[in-house]
């Protein structure tokens, strides 16, 4: 059974950077034959997807977050992390970590991932 955890802070203030990790078990990231996407969804609002990053490590972000975002993969701790910088209170959200088997590009919909992470609240605020 693969698991996926995100973690990280919970606050951020403004113009600073927001780091969360995605802790996989049950799947090696490398050799899984994963994709590993990252998916938020702000408060009253649809889910956004952000980027992801694949077994390869070859990434794929969203033109609207992509000169902000940057997804990397640590193989040694089995994990998989978002980077955004100069966050505003509108990156306020719930944040996921997922996994396809397939590639989907901008997709949200949740049929399509093999498995999510509970999900992290994160708030931008000073």
Excluded at 68 to 92: G, H, M, W
């Amino acid at each position: 059974q693969v698991q996926l955890q995100e973690s990280g802070p919970g606050l951020v203030k403004p113009s600073q950077s927001l780091s969360l990790t995605c802790t996989v078990s049950g799947a090696s990231i490398p050799t899984g034959w994963y994709y590993w996407a990252w998916i938020r969804q702000p408060p009253g609002k649809g889910p956004e997807w952000m980027g992801v990053i694949s077994s390869s490590g070859s990434t794929y972000y969203s033109p609207a977050l992509k000169i902000r975002t940057s997804i990397a993969r640590d193989t040694s701790k089995n994990q998989f992390t978002l980077q955004l910088i100069s966050v505003t209170p509108e990156d306020t959200a719930v944040y996921y970590c997922a996994a396809s088997k397939r590639l989907f590009l901008g997709a949200t919909e949740e049929h399509l991932y093999d498995y999510w992470g509970q999900g992290m609240q994160v708030t931008v605020s000073s």
